[in-house]
């Protein structure tokens, strides 16, 4: 069995001001306190405090001016989507904000995808959607759902596109395990995606869409049903 990682003094003060921060307990524009004053208040080294600090400012949560201190970032107005994975580990209701962003940009990627699909790119997408009905169980079914869309992303010829549909999986990879109800049985996973598959391989484009749209939206609130039952989701929109 493989050991698991210990906490150390900077991870526990890092979670405990990110948590301060997402919360609200310490304001956007606002500066946090005397390095002295917070490291005496948690009974760390200042060493430590600069520590986590470094990784918060790493993140976009904060900002340090030497001689004038620390301040917290307006993360909603200047942060990035790279945020989002430490956002729904503080707070699932980012998922149901996520999975409108994924129904929206989903459907205009079949689209274009079914406008632009070489050949070689729709054989791809083929052999990746049998992968997902051949799948052992609903974590391996997922991860193949998952390669199926980012092959339709590669197929639309626009790398934004791919960048985008990776950064929508790996904003929800904090909770995914909470949301493999659609791929517990593979099979109907595979006949839920294949009209997206199909529609593109024959490069009609408003088919495309739309049968990306009925998935994408069928498999959203079936995950999140799941997530709800999990107890995760019970702020989810």
Do not use: C
């Amino acid at each position: 069995m493989e050991a698991l990682p210990r906490e150390t003094i900077v991870d526990v003060l890092e979670r405990k001001l990110r948590e301060d921060i997402l919360a609200g307990r310490h304001p956007a524009g606002s500066y946090l306190p005397p390095e002295r004053e917070l490291a005496d208040g948690f009974g760390v080294t200042r060493t430590t405090l600069k520590h986590a600090f470094g990784r918060l400012v790493h993140a976009g949560l904060l900002e340090t001016r030497h001689g004038v201190g620390t301040r917290v970032r307006d993360f909603l107005r200047l942060g990035g989507a790279d945020l989002l994975p430490m956002l729904v580990r503080h707070s699932p209701d980012w998922i149901g904000e996520i999975f409108e962003v994924r129904r929206s940009i989903g459907a205009l990627i079949a689209e274009r995808a079914a406008a632009r699909a070489t050949a070689q790119q729709t054989a791809e997408l083929r052999r990746l959607l049998e992968a997902v009905g051949e799948a052992d169980g609903g974590e391996e079914a997922q991860l193949a759902d998952a390669e199926v869309h980012r092959a339709l992303a590669r197929a639309t010829g626009n790398r934004v596109y791919v960048l985008l549909t990776n950064t929508l999986f790996n904003a929800y990879m904090p909770v995914r395990a909470a949301l493999v109800a659609p791929f517990e049985d593979a099979r109907t996973a595979h006949d839920r995606l294949a009209p997206v598959v199909e529609a593109v391989a024959a490069g009609a484009q408003e088919t495309a869409r739309t049968a990306a749209g009925d998935y994408l939206s069928a498999t959203e609130r079936i995950m999140l049903e799941g997530l709800a039952r999990s107890g995760r989701g019970e702020a989810t929109r």
